[in-house]
C-alpha cells in the first residue's frame, strides 16, 4: 500500500532529478539548434548551455540558481491519497532543498508578509482523481524569471488562429531575453481564466502535441515567435523559442481564455509512479555525461579586472570580456534598503564608488564551496533603483535582460556600464567564483550582499 512516507521520498529524489538532470529531449532540443545556429554568438550561448547541463548532471549541482517554486501534479484513485499527503509532499520538498544546497525562493504572503519561509514550501498541489494504476507524480520547477513574463488573456469566443498567434508572439516580444531565451512555450486555451493558466502548465510537460490541429498551431506559434529574432540570451539568431506545447478545453459560449506559460531553456521536471505494491515505476531518466563536440572558445573575449576603471569605460557594446577581481551581489531587496539608506543620509555598508554589483542570488552551498550554483535575475526589476545607485558611484551592473529607458539614459550620462551575462548556466557559472564575504543583510537570506572575487567571468558589455 501505498503510504506517506513513500510519499515524501518520492518527492525528495523527483526533487533532486529535476534540479539536476536536464531531460534528455530537452537537452537533444537544445543541440539540435546549436548544430543548425548560424548567428555565431547565439551558437556560443547553446554551448554554454548544453555545457552547463553536462557539469550539473555530473557534478549534482542544481542547473540554475533559481531552484524555483514546485509544483506537483499527482494523479491517482481516491485511495492513494493517503492521511497526510499534502504534508508528504511539503517535507519531501524541505528536506530535498535542505539536505542539497538548494535556493529557498518561498515568501510567506505576497503582499503582507514576504518574509522566506526558508523551506521552499509550501509548495503547490495539484490532485486529480483518475482511473490509473498506483500514483502518478509529476513535478515542475518554475523560476521567478520566466514565470514574470507569463501571461493570460481572455479573447472574443470569435477569435481565429491568427489572433491566437498574434497574442502569444506580442507576450514573447515584450519578455525580450528577460527570461533566458531560447524559451519552451505552453499555451493553455479553454476552460475559464484560472483553468487556461493551469493547462498552459500541464503543456509544458506533454512530450508531443496531442494532435494535428494543435501541432499545425503550434507550428504557426513558432514560426511568429522565431521571426523576432531575439535569439538565445537576447542575441539574435533563428531559435528564439524550441518548442511550443498547446492544451486546449471546453469553455463558455462567450469566452476564450488563453494563457501563455514561458519557460527557460531549462525545463526543469520529473515523474515518478508509486505502484500499490509499493515499488517505483521510473519514468525516462537522463544521462547527458557524454561528450559532445562543443565549441566554447573565449578567444574574441577581453581580459579584464576590475580596478581597471580607465580599461572598463573604455569598452564599447557588443564587445565580450572576461571579468577578474571584486565584484558585489545584490537583487531586489538588497536594492530596496540600499536606496532606504542613501534617501535617509545613513552610511552604507560598502562604499559604492567603483563597485560592480551582480543582480544575483546564488544557492547555498557546503563549507567547502565558495559559492552554489549562481546567476543572473533579471535586471529590469531593479530599474526603480539602479539610476539612484549609479548616480551614487556604482560603475557597473550585471544581470540579464533589457533595461528601462531611464536607466540607459542615467547609464549614459554617468558614464556607467551595464553588462550581461548568460542566463540559465548557474553551475559552469560557479566556477568563476574564488572567493565570498558576508559584507550585509544576512537576514535576507541568498538576497544578502556579499563580496566576492571572481576569475575569468564571462559578460557582454551590453551599455555604456
Do not use: W
Amino acid at each position: 500500500m501505498i503510504n506517506s512516507k513513500m510519499i515524501e521520498d518520492a518527492i525528495y529524489d523527483l526533487c533532486v532529478e529535476a534540479n539536476t538532470s536536464l531531460p534528455e529531449d530537452v537537452f537533444a532540443k537544445i543541440l539540435n539548434a546549436y548544430n543548425d545556429e548560424k548567428n555565431s554568438d547565439a551558437k556560443q550561448v547553446l554551448g554554454l548551455i548544453l555545457e552547463n547541463a553536462k557539469m550539473a548532471y555530473e557534478k549534482k549541482m542544481p542547473l540554475c540558481q533559481d531552484t524555483g517554486q514546485v509544483l506537483v501534479f499527482a494523479k491517482g484513485k481516491g485511495k492513494c491519497f493517503v492521511d497526510g499527503f499534502n504534508k508528504a509532499i511539503n517535507d519531501g520538498v524541505n528536506r530535498a532543498y535542505e539536505e542539497n544546497f538548494y535556493r529557498k525562493s518561498v515568501v510567506k504572503n505576497a503582499i503582507f508578509d514576504r518574509e522566506n519561509t526558508k523551506t521552499n514550501t509550501p509548495c503547490l498541489i495539484y490532485a486529480e482523481i483518475a482511473d490509473v494504476d498506483g500514483l502518478e507524480i509529476e513535478i515542475m520547477l518554475k523560476g521567478g524569471g520566466s514565470e514574470n513574463v507569463s501571461a493570460a488573456q481572455m479573447l472574443s469566443p470569435t477569435a481565429c488562429e491568427d489572433e491566437i498567434v498574434e497574442f502569444v508572439t506580442s507576450v514573447v516580444k515584450k519578455a525580450g531575453s528577460k527570461a533566458c531565451p531560447p524559451y519552451f512555450i505552453g499555451l493553455g486555451i479553454g476552460g475559464t481564466f484560472e483553468h487556461a493558466a493551469l493547462l498552459s502548465k500541464k503543456a509544458l510537460l506533454i512530450e508531443e502535441n496531442i494532435d494535428e490541429n494543435h501541432t499545425n498551431l503550434a507550428q504557426k506559434i513558432k514560426n511568429s515567435i522565431n521571426a523576432l529574432e531575439i535569439g538565445p540570451a537576447g542575441l539574435g539568431g533563428s531559435n528564439t523559442t524550441l518548442d511550443v506545447k498547446i492544451l486546449t478545453d471546453f469553455t463558455h459560449i462567450a469566452c476564450m481564455p488563453v494563457a501563455v506559460s514561458i519557460n527557460c531553456h531549462s525545463v526543469r521536471h520529473a515523474k515518478m509512479i508509486l505502484e500499490e505494491n509499493g515499488k517505483r515505476k521510473k519514468e525516462k531518466g537522463s544521462n547527458l555525461s557524454t561528450n559532445r563536440l562543443i565549441d566554447l572558445s573565449t578567444s574574441s573575449s577581453t581580459k579584464i579586472h576590475t580596478s581597471d576603471i580607465n580599461q572598463l569605460k573604455s569598452l564599447k557594446p557588443g564587445q565580450n570580456v572576461l571579468l577578474s577581481g571584486e565584484i558585489y551581489t545584490a537583487r531586489d531587496m538588497a536594492h530596496k534598503r540600499l536606496v532606504e539608506m542613501i534617501e535617509k543620509g545613513e552610511k552604507l555598508p560598502f562604499d559604492l564608488k567603483n563597485s560592480i554589483i551582480f543582480y544575483a542570488g546564488p544557492c547555498p552551498c557546503s563549507e567547502s564551496c565558495v559559492v552554489g550554483s549562481i546567476g543572473p535575475t533579471t535586471s529590469a526589476r531593479m530599474d526603480k533603483y539602479a539610476s539612484i545607485l549609479y548616480e551614487n558611484g556604482v560603475l557597473a551592473t550585471i544581470g540579464k535582460g533589457e533595461r528601462s529607458l531611464e536607466v540607459e539614459k542615467t547609464i549614459k550620462q554617468v558614464g556607467g556600464l551595464y553588462f550581461t551575462v548568460v542566463g540559465g548556466i548557474a553551475c559552469y557559472l560557479a566556477e568563476k567564483f574564488i572567493k565570498k564575504e558576508l559584507v550585509c543583510f544576512e537576514d535576507l537570506g541568498t538576497e544578502a550582499v556579499y563580496r566576492f572575487n571572481v576569475e575569468d567571468f564571462p559578460l557582454r558589455l551590453a551599455l555604456s
